[in-house]
């Protein structure tokens, strides 16, 4: 670079399907929580009153509740939530980890609202959601393994998103009602595989036919036909009774 | 400032000629859509939940399939230049449809432009089962239908709510209603 010249252009700003993310932040699914808040401009700037919109761990914010478009996201994954200090009343921080990460300082309109915020903030990171899922996978197995054993002791959720771990455990293979299509037919990543209805139920996940060294391990067949019966009368009567509804 | 395209059939009408239906394209001079982008630079340092060195080819007509990177950090798939540490671009999963292409090839795209498709290729037919699974469940979207069915099937084994334990179970994103979209 010449001696005087203007500095060069940073690398080239990220790429990011923000047309999809506006798409998401519009769509017609319930959202997690949605509401006016207050929206510090910058360390220095005043508030602006927006209207926000959280799915699933994004926080949308237009610039009105008729708007079409977001005039921007808060990608949630990684924050921490708190209550501040503030001239605001009702004011939270949603807080990022680095040296130079940028604090979101916001207010809600009431106790309340804030309140309702912030839990909702607090556990709208995918990490903390695909921990409940695990937690509650390994449960179901625990109580269809055990023919109905109590609940096993849960272990304790943290109530703010946990470090990403380095290897998550491979999700048993999920059942679908509809088996993707090997000639180019899509598989909508959204469709509602599990939606009850007057369809058949899924199949079971696959699993390992007895828990290994578990009691059905070494059972004569008399028990093992027992255990997996009464799986099978409790599944037909879940679908018998989802078919009721008109 | 910078424009963003969008069809005009998804926008609000202009000079009240009541929005035409079409896939004709019109520069809209507003702002793009703005993003931490810091902390999305920071997600894709995060460890993957996959990653791999696939053929990659954008959306746009006469693109070339170039070596990228891959890399699936919760429900970002983060794509990188083989020798650069900060990612060239990221798409977020949500509302994605994953299908087959030629064997070995799967694409991404969106459910409000499914011609619109991200091109993948893998050095096996295993490989490239292994990625279409794993987009398949990568959305919070599925994750979160995952959670209400395992609530519902506890709750009919035991009669009681796993929730409960943890303080969540009114919480309003894991309500069997959130699944009428």
Sequence with gaps: MAPGSPPGPAIAAMKLNERSLAFYATCDAPVDNAGFLYKKGGRHAAYHRRWFVLRGNMLFYFEDAASREPVGVIILEGCTVELVEAAEEFAFAVRFAGTRARTYVLAAESQAAMEGWVKALSRASFDYLRLVVRELEQQLAAVRGGGGMALPQPQSLPSVPAPVPALPLPLPRRPSALPPKENGCAVWSTEATFRPGPEPPPPPPRRRASAPHGPLDVAPFARLHECYGQEIRALRGQWLSSRVQP | ?181
């Design chain 2, 1 to 181: 400032m910078s424009c963003a395209l969008r069809p005009l059939a998804s926008r609000p009408s202009v000079n009240g000629d009541g929005g035409r239906e079409g896939a004709v394209q019109v520069p809209v001079p507003r702002e793009a859509m703005r993003y931490n982008e810091k902390e999305l630079q920071a997600l894709s340092r995060q460890p993957a939940e996959m990653a791999a060195e696939l053929g990659m080819r954008g959306p746009k007509k006469g693109s070339v399939l170039k070596r990228r990177l891959v890399k699936l950090v919760v429900n970002f798939l983060f794509y990188f230049r083989t020798d650069e540490a900060e990612p060239v671009g990221a798409l977020l999963l949500e509302r994605c449809r994953v299908i087959r292409e030629e064997p070995g090839a799967f694409s991404i795209s969106f459910i409000e432009d499914p011609e619109r498709k991200y091109h993948f290729e893998c050095s096996s037919e295993e490989q490239c089962q292994e990625w279409m699974e794993a987009l398949r469940r990568a959305s919070y979207e599925f994750m979160r239908r995952s959670l209400v069915f395992y609530r519902n099937e506890i709750r009919k084994v035991t009669g009681k709510d796993p929730l409960e334990q943890f303080g969540i179970s009114e919480e309003a994103r894991f309500q069997l209603s959130g699944l009428q979209a």
